[in-house]
């Protein structure tokens, strides 16, 4: 007999069915899971998870022999990555980040102005100024060409009350560096990026109250998230000058490559290839940011989660495509080297593995070191005789990449 437990009642060991949240709401890639330590549990409770369910009179299973280890070994992507495909595209990575990043500063203040814009003009009721969002988008467009890294770092930078909009623009970024990497021209590029723009405007038919609910929705308040699809749906239909591929975004952002979203259940190729690297695109960037009942996880563990999920929700290809697209290590990542040194991804090079990193902490020795660039893609004594070997947790270190590459 199934039964729902408190997160609090947990044990290492014990086996859980499945969550009471959604899938998106929990740490693991999967429903069913053994919880394995007591750090798991403590994980749940971060993200806001306040039951599961168990087998009634469950007693734990024994676990093995835990080895205790000086450090664990970080998470690695590199099982993914061959020769063939470690190349970064160099169309998306012309100027170096020190010069591009203060023109990414005010494209993106911009662009942040203009979502405020459309989406006050929505919730007014008065027709989106299309001008201004195809403007953004073009600008944005161009950023990302010269230096793609500089607006992903820029996007790590949020508001929890601004989310809304920051959402919008980060959608519009991922998905234009996205259409970039996958090779298309520049008409689809910036029509499919003006759909990531556009893609939430349905939500400003939702009451703020749901909207920035500080807790876990209820059924009834889930039900009405999910009309914001529909109302998408409508306002883009009233408005001169949106394309097809636009609205389908709108619409198809939140449905599942196994039939599994909403609002039409659509599944595989049903969903426009516009709205599978939307909901893809769309997930990574809801599930780094900081919200008002949770607080933002690791890039490079959010890809992690793609990478299962790309076997159930999402196009397995498309998956693929986008984490090569975003870096294996994205600029901001705090990356352990083989050497023992602690180091921040300044940007990406013409190899996924081997980016530039800020060297900041040696391990092996404990201590802070002063701080140096150093190209992994170099050949030996200019930084390439070392590599990464996984990426670390900034949060557990304590450290603010963001500070290290004077962004904040």
Same mark, same amino acid.
């Given at each position: ?14 086996h ?9 709401? &929990? ?9 394995? *330590? ?35 070994r970080?998470?690695?992507?590199e ?19 020190? &010069? ?21 003009d ?10 201004e ?10 950023s990302?060409? +010269? !230096? ?8 790590? %930078? ?5 989310y809304?909009?920051? =959402? ?30 556009? =893609?939430?405007?349905?939500k ?7 909207? *920035?609910?500080p807790?876990?929705? !209820? ?8 009309? =914001? ?14 394309? %097809? ?7 198809? =952002? ?13 599944a ?26 949770? *607080? ?18 999402? !196009? ?48 092996? +020795?404990?201590?802070a ?8 893609s170099?050949p ?18 304590r450290? *603010? ?8």
């Open positions: 007999m199934i039964k729902k437990v408190a997160i609090e009642e947990l044990q290492p060991g014990m859980v069915e499945r969550f009471d949240c959604g899938w998106l709401d &929990h740490p693991f890639v999967f429903n069913s899971k053994q919880i394995k *330590n007591q750090r798991e549990i403590e994980r749940l409770k971060d993200w806001g998870v306040t039951h599961a369910y168990i087998e009634d009179g469950q007693v734990p299973d024994p676990l093995p022999p835990r080895v205790k280890k000086e450090r664990p970080p998470l690695s992507f099982h993914m990555i061959t020769p063939q495909n470690a190349r970064v595209d160099r169309e998306l990575r012309h100027i170096p980040i020190r &010069h591009e990043i203060v023109r990414a500063q005010k494209i993106r203040h911009r662009a942040s102005q203009a979502a405020k814009n459309i989406l006050a929505v919730q007014a009721g008065k027709e989106i100024q299309t001008r969002a195809e403007t953004a988008v073009g600008e944005l467009d161009n990302i060409c +010269h !230096n793609k890294d500089a607006l992903f770092l820029l996007m790590r %930078l949020r508001k929890k009350d601004e809304t909009f920051d =959402h919008s623009v980060s959608v519009g970024v991922l998905l234009l560096a996205f259409c970039r990497a996958m090779g298309f021209d520049q008409e689809t590029t910036r029509t499919i990026g003006l759909g990531g723009l556009l =893609h939430d405007v349905g400003m038919a939702i009451p703020l109250t749901i909207l *920035n609910k807790s876990a929705l !209820n059924e009834e308040e889930f039900k009405k998230i999910q009309q =914001h699809v529909v109302y998408c749906k409508e306002i883009l239909a009233s408005t001169h000058n949106i394309s %097809l591929p636009v609205a389908q975004i709108a619409m198809e =952002h939140h449905e599942r490559f196994d039939g599994t979203g909403y609002p039409s259940g659509l595989a190729d049903a969903i426009s290839l516009g709205g599978q690297m939307a909901s893809i695109a769309d997930v990574f960037d809801a599930l780094t940011s900081d919200r008002c009942y949770r *607080n933002g996880i690791d890039q490079v563990e959010v890809l992690r989660k793609l990478y299962g999920w790309s076997r159930s929700h999402f !196009n397995e290809e498309l998956v693929h495509r986008f984490i090569r697209c975003i870096g294996v290590y994205p600029a901001g990542t705090l990356v352990q080297l083989e050497s023992g040194m602690l180091g921040v991804v300044v940007e990406s090079t013409d190899n996924l593995l081997r980016p530039v990193v800020r060297l900041i902490y040696d391990t092996r +020795h404990d201590w070191i002063r701080q140096k660039d150093i190209d992994l170099r030996s004594g200019k930084g390439g005789e070392d590599r990464i070997i996984g990426y670390e947790s900034a949060k557990r270190w450290i *603010n990449p963001l500070k290290i590459l004077g962004i904040t």
